[in-house]
């Protein structure tokens, strides 16, 4: 069966420190993958995307995420981060087919802290 | 990038009535939309997937008659709470795809908060 699993709920960390957002996918087929941010009652805005090619990836907001096709994982990173980035991060991925849908991780709450 | 405008926002309702919530595509044609549900703290859960000019495709568990999809242009789904009860309560989010290209990828709308009283 496809699925995403988002290995930490919630991520508490200091303003300028580094961070990382862990995501795991399990599938049979070539996948494309996504992170996606949620802000309080908003929809979801895309950080970033893996489609083929390079497997560092760099998004919006200073974003980062290597994709590891051996440990099917697609972490989340980011060097220093703000206040503002306190958000719900959700990791996604759909198979290459152009049919297939979006399957979604439980979703990360990050929470920067003065 | 592609703006999916999803209306309205906040949405309070009576129980026992119907409420509509639009999902538009601004600035692109979407062949194909999807309607997602989102709990308190909870990941979004696919409800159905709307097709230009055809019946939605709805996810298991999810009731077709209560949850009306229409898709009748290619910049426009309409998502129909039907009899509305407070358990229907919650957060509906609409996402559209671009067609064409390698990712065909999706933008989401802002989301409607239904709350039923």
């Known amino acids: 069966a496809q699925s995403v699993t988002q290995l930490d709920s919630q991520v508490p960390v200091f303003e300028e420190a580094p961070v990382e957002l862990r995501c795991n996918y399990s599938?049979?087929?070539?996948?494309?993958l996504f992170w996606y941010v949620q802000y309080p009652n908003q929809g979801l805005q895309l950080l970033l995307k893996?489609?083929?090619?390079?497997?560092l990836v760099k998004g919006i907001n200073g974003f980062e995420a290597e994709f590891n096709k051996s440990q099917t994982s697609f972490h989340l990173r980011k060097p220093s981060v703000h206040i503002s980035d306190t958000a719900e991060y959700f990791c996604?991925?759909?198979?290459?087919?152009?049919?297939?849908?979006?399957?979604f991780g439980q979703g990360t709450t990050l929470q920067v802290k003065p | 990038g592609a703006v999916v405008s999803q209306h309205p926002s906040r949405v309070i309702c009576k129980s026992g009535t119907s409420v509509k919530i639009e999902c538009r595509s601004l600035?692109?044609?979407?062949?194909?939309m999807f309607w997602y549900r989102q709990f308190p703290k909870q990941s979004l859960m696919l409800m159905a997937t709307?097709?230009?000019?055809?019946?939605?495709?709805?996810e298991q568990g999810v009731e077709k008659d209560k949850f009306l999809i229409n898709h009748a242009s290619l910049t426009l789904s309409t998502l129909t709470v039907t009899s509305a009860h407070p358990e229907d309560s919650s957060f509906y989010i609409c996402?559209?795809?671009?067609?064409?290209?390698?990712?065909?990828?999706?933008?989401f709308g802002q989301g409607t908060r239904l709350t039923v009283v």
């Open positions: 996402s559209a795809r671009v067609e064409g290209g390698v990712s065909a990828e999706a933008f």
């Open positions: 599938s049979s087929v070539s996948v494309y």
């Open positions: 893996y489609l083929s090619g390079s497997t």
């Open positions: 996604a991925f759909r198979g290459s087919s152009n049919t297939g849908k979006l399957i």
């Open positions: 600035d692109f044609q979407a062949t194909t």
């Open positions: 709307s097709n230009e000019g055809s019946k939605a495709t709805y």
